[in-house]
């Protein structure tokens, strides 16, 4: 994509952020600091992060907005000269939804349930007084659908939210957010909970809209893949400091902050040419933060006086900040995006390996629906099968039907070392349980909240093995570090953990069964890319060492080559392609198999 | 929507912002002290300790024996000799009213405890469980519900005889559907959580399911449902020895004393007014309890997002 390279003059900016501090109410402890940010008309900045960064609530306080527990200390928010922060609640009301717009991550949670979408977005154009008529209004709607791809007839409009699809909802949404042409347009996460097929249409309107109406917006994301094709300018947070702000290509190309070039090498590569590193650690939470770099923890730049001092802004160039006392070092190597172009760590197998799962003309039914149509498939030992879908593919339904958690009707044959699966996990045999063990998708609900980690662990080792006491202590400890966590853990509770340590902790409860065969069911679709990177490392170090057969299951394309051998390709229930990964996406047969390579996006 | 409700992405915030490494507390916990910071909380509690204070001292610090004959048949208050005057058949009053409120909270306490248990083992085998054990208990729980617990207490009452034990578990049972509906709802919500289904991929028995993964999630909701429920159950007990099915003459107990001096209310009225006036305020503090944890327990859920 063409960009104008050339750096737009200051008095062009509609939004100024000069010098925000956020902190927690009452503690006074830092979530944001010293937070400065220009857009300029018709600009997209993407504001990138991991959990914790600060990075929603600085896109919340744009509007004046602090969830409870949070207070805007310091700092001027300004919209074309006018101080947000500064006016009384009407003058407020009048400029949200006016003037400046949020679009959330979760539009199912912002729209009412209880209107119809059609009378929502009048509602909106009512309040603040767009137009001079009814029928001004009416004009306007019908242009705000025809924006954002959806139907203006009548019948569309008097949908209620439910009726729609999540793709749908967030169009609602972002026509609502873009309804009375505001001048500064906050979009927090707003594809993250979409297929990629969807998330691509949503980024074509965003850009196409901002572009269009000359709206400065704030694009709020953890994933760098994400904006690199949408945003001008990027700012990287980290621990509620902007760590390096420039444009897409000084970021990409030229990164001087260690995080950010981090940040980049975490980002699955669908080419498979480059290998994907995690960030060891995690992002610390407000109150936690170290003193002196926040990042020195996990920076592999790290010097003593990393520790004790923050580092001030420098200009790299004009337009290009960063804060790193070693960033001169640090710009001076090539970019992750080249450099590295290391071997990939996937282990070779050989076709001929002998099947340990194999499925057979399955047929799997959803209380009276039939959702999987004739799948036949297998996972060889010691292989790891990728299975691509986006949602209402099938392809949970099928991991659940090969670990006997699908509690429908199922038809065909599921083997497992040429025996048949029953379809119960209960009416298995002790053996079979242990053999195939399956890590679930969200760590925050897997994980019993009343448990301590100890407790989690010990499950699976009273159900499957007689073991003294010190002997299941010491098979906790040893899997535990087989996932890199250390055993002080072992006392804490799920919510004392961050979301890649619960699905470590997750991952652990499964290896703890010794098992022959790990089912992942989309296990790093709530996590950031960095954790994420760092879970794939560790699932393929795992598979190599105990030759471990794998179901893979995922929605990111550009993850399976990083894990898998194999991959099969679903769609509505069906297996659309199936064969080896390297061969499956450099010459993809299957039309929808094309289609999600091209949505997917990519650095 | 003027101000349209942001809907802000807390998952940076799930957790608390300070975590301490080895301190940490379970969620009724922090619905206790939420609760506690709730000024009806506090009065509620201070009239409940009040009470089992009564109740528990009275007996020690009452001048008379509660079946010692003092004074002639409604005496009026005969200060300092007779506090409250004499009852019906010439009882010391104050002595009957400090004597009178063990029975009420004691069978009570025990109703309500024969319900919960009931009431959460059924709820959490129906709302696990579903499908037609759900629906056949859940429609045989409906048929007990169906009648207003008095009336059905009556009806044992009258055909077996007034027996305490009875009492309390014809009370107890009328409570259990009531009670098992709450703790099934709450446990529908919990056994759809991923920690259920990697207990039963293990193959872990379903009783140990229900009591080991699954009770202590529904906690907080039960701890709300065992105030309201208390507050029921006394005003039934009470009611109940009023009819005359309760403690028998010439056991000295609050509902019991307002049947008995009801003829004399005119000419002496401390026999019926102040056990009236004791039994409303107990169940107005157990009620106050009752209503700051609920009131407690919705602001956890909006603040966490956990049931």
């Known amino acids: ?603 | 929507m003027s101000t349209p409700e942001i809907m802000v992405n807390d998952s940076e915030l799930v957790e608390p912002p300070v975590v301490h490494a080895d301190r940490r507390h379970s969620e009724w916990v922090m619905m206790l002290r939420e609760a506690w910071r709730m000024r009806r909380t506090k009065i509620g509690v201070g009239i409940c300790v009040f009470m089992v204070a009564l109740a528990v001292i009275g007996p020690w610090v009452a001048p008379y024996s509660p079946t010692q004959f003092v004074a002639p048949p409604f005496s009026p208050p005969d200060i300092p000799k007779m506090w409250l005057g004499s009852d019906y058949i010439g009882h010391d009053v104050l002595t009957r009213v400090l004597y009178g409120g063990r029975t009420v909270i004691l069978l009570a306490l025990a109703a309500t405890v024969i319900g919960l248990v009931l009431g959460v083992t059924l709820g959490l085998i129906t709302g696990y469980a579903r499908r037609w054990i759900d629906e056949s208990i859940m429609r045989l729980l409906d048929v007990v519900l169906a009648f207003p617990q008095i009336v059905l207490a009556l009806l044992f009452v009258s055909i077996l005889g007034p027996r305490l034990w009875l009492i309390v578990l014809i009370v107890g049972i009328g409570h259990a559907p009531r009670i098992a509906r709450v703790a099934r709802a709450a446990t529908l919500e919990v056994s759809q959580r991923d920690f259920v289904r990697a207990a039963e991929a293990f193959g872990i028995a379903r009783y140990k399911i229900l009591f080991n993964e699954i009770m202590p999630s529904i906690t907080s909701p039960l701890l709300v449902e065992f105030g309201l429920r208390l507050t029921y159950s006394i005003g039934i007990i009470a009611a109940l020895s009023y009819l005359g099915f309760g403690m028998q003459p010439p056991a000295a107990d609050w509902g019991l004393m307002i049947n008995e001096n009801q003829i004399g209310v005119i000419i002496q009225p401390w026999p019926v007014v102040v056990p009236v006036l004791l039994i409303g305020i107990l169940t107005i503090g157990t009620n106050l309890v009752a209503d700051g944890l609920g009131r407690a327990l919705i602001g956890i859920e909006r603040d966490t997002g956990v049931g």
């Open chain 1, 1 to 603: 994509m063409m960009r104008d390279a050339t750096p737009r003059p200051e008095s062009d900016a509609v939004l100024k952020v000069e010098g925000l501090r956020i902190v927690l109410d009452p503690s006074g402890v830092d979530i944001d600091d010293d937070v400065s940010l220009v857009i300029r008309r018709g600009e997209v900045l993407g504001l990138v992060g991991e959990s914790a960064s600060g990075k929603t609530t600085v896109g919340t306080s744009l509007l004046d907005y602090q969830r409870r527990g949070a207070k805007i200390a310091e700092g001027r928010v300004e919209i074309d000269g006018q101080d947000i922060l500064a006016m009384d609640p009407k003058a407020l009301r009048g400029v949200r939804g006016g003037q400046i717009s949020y679009v959330p991550q979760d539009s199912s949670a912002a729209l009412n349930p209880a209107l119809r979408i059609g009378t929502q977005l009048m509602e909106i154009l009512e309040i603040h007084g767009f137009g001079s008529s009814q029928t001004d209004r009416e004009a306007r709607l019908a242009q705000m659908m025809a924006e954002v791809l959806l139907p203006s007839d009548k019948q569309f409009l008097r949908r209620y939210p439910h009726q729609l699809s999540g793709g749908q909802q967030q169009r609602v949404a972002i026509a609502m957010a873009f309804a009375n042409r505001p001048k500064v347009i906050v979009l927090d996460e707003p594809t993250t909970a979409l297929d990629v097929t969807t998330q691509a249409h949503v980024l074509d309107t965003v850009r196409e809209l901002t572009r269009s109406y000359g709206v400065a917006a704030l694009y709020i994301t953890h994933d760098l893949a994400v904006v690199s094709n949408l945003a001008d300018r990027i700012a990287v947070m980290y621990a509620g400091k902007v760590v390096e702000i420039g444009t897409r290509d000084e970021l990409f190309d030229d990164g001087h902050h260690p995080y950010t070039r981090k940040l980049l090498a975490s980002i699955p590569d669908i080419t498979g040419e480059r290998a994907l590193r995690g960030i060891p650690g995690w992002a610390p939470r407000p109150g936690q933060r170290p003193s002196g770099c926040s990042f020195t923890p996990r920076c592999s730049w790290a010097t003593e006086k990393c520790s004790q001092e923050y580092p001030p802004v420098e200009q790299v160039s004009p337009g290009h900040q960063v804060r790193c006392w070693r960033q001169r070092e640090v710009g001076a190597q090539s970019s992750v995006l080249e450099a590295d172009s290391g071997e990939r760590k996937i282990i070779e197998t050989a076709a001929e390996d002998k099947q340990i799962i194999s499925v057979r003309d399955v047929i799997a039914f959803y209380q009276h629906k039939e959702t999987l149509h004739d799948i036949t498939t297998s996972v060889a030992e010691g292989h790891c099968l990728s299975l691509v879908g986006e949602s209402g593919s099938g392809k949970t339904t099928l991991a659940r039907c090969i670990s006997g958690l699908h509690p429908h009707k199922i038809v065909g044959d599921i083997e497992f070392n040429g025996k048949a699966l029953a379809r119960d996990a209960r009416d298995r045999s002790r053996a079979t349980r242990q053999a195939i063990q399956y890590i679930f998708q969200s760590p925050y609900s897997s994980l019993n909240p009343r448990k301590t980690i100890g407790q989690i662990l010990l499950q699976p080792l009273k159900v499957f093995f007689d073991l003294s006491r010190d002997e299941m202590e010491d098979r906790m400890v040893k899997v535990l570090e087989q996932v890199a966590l250390d055993s002080s853990l072992l006392s804490r509770y799920p919510d004392q953990l961050s979301g890649g340590e619960r699905q470590r902790v997750a991952i652990a409860r499964g290896l703890a069964a010794q098992p022959t065969v790990l089912i992942c069911d989309e296990i790093t679709s709530w996590l950031d890319v960095s954790v994420q990177a760092a879970i794939i490392e560790l699932l393929a170090q795992l598979q190599r060492d105990m030759r471990l057969s794998m179901l893979f299951v995922t929605h990111n394309l550009a993850l399976v080559r990083s894990i898998s051998q194999e991959v099969a390709v679903m769609n509505d229930g069906r297996i659309v392609e199936y064969g080896l990964v390297d061969a499956v996406l450099e010459d993809p047969q299957a039309d929808y198999t094309k289609k999600l390579l091209s949505d997917t996006p990519t650095v």
